[in-house]
């Protein structure tokens, strides 16, 4: 059965960084694309970012030029570095693998972002 958990969630100050990362248990990690997701409080989950089996990224709109996702294929890790972190960023952060058929989520780790 496909894992994944999320990691690296805290608390940060406004302009702050963190590194989440997403371990994943599955045989051929290379297969997936892989996406980090976000729900705050009384939204909904919304994407952020996603990298593909060839290293093709996508962000959000309003997250494009200060996070950056990456994976290593190796490690089976999915990682989102995230500068200048803001207030609204506030929310709990979801690893997502997908690809031949499985769909499968993290537990989700909680990132917060004082003002």
């Known amino acids: 059965q496909v894992q994944l958990v999320e990691s690296g969630g805290g608390l940060v100050q406004s302009g702050g960084s963190l590194r989440l990362s997403c371990k994943a248990s599955?045989?051929?990690?290379?297969?997936?694309?892989m996406a980090w997701y976000r729900q705050a409080p009384g939204k909904e989950r919304e994407f952020i970012a996603e990298?593909?089996?060839?290293?093709?990224?996508d962000y959000q709109n309003s997250v494009k030029g200060r996070f950056t996702i990456s994976r290593d294929n190796d490690k089976k890790t999915a990682d989102l570095q995230m500068n200048s972190l803001k207030p609204e960023d506030t929310a709990v952060y979801y690893c997502?693998?997908?690809?031949?058929?499985?769909?499968?989520w993290g537990p989700g780790t909680q990132v917060t972002v004082s003002s």
């Open positions: 990298i593909d089996l060839a290293y093709k990224t």
């Open positions: 599955i045989s051929i990690f290379g297969l997936y694309s």
């Open positions: 997502h693998l997908g690809g031949l058929g499985i769909d499968v």
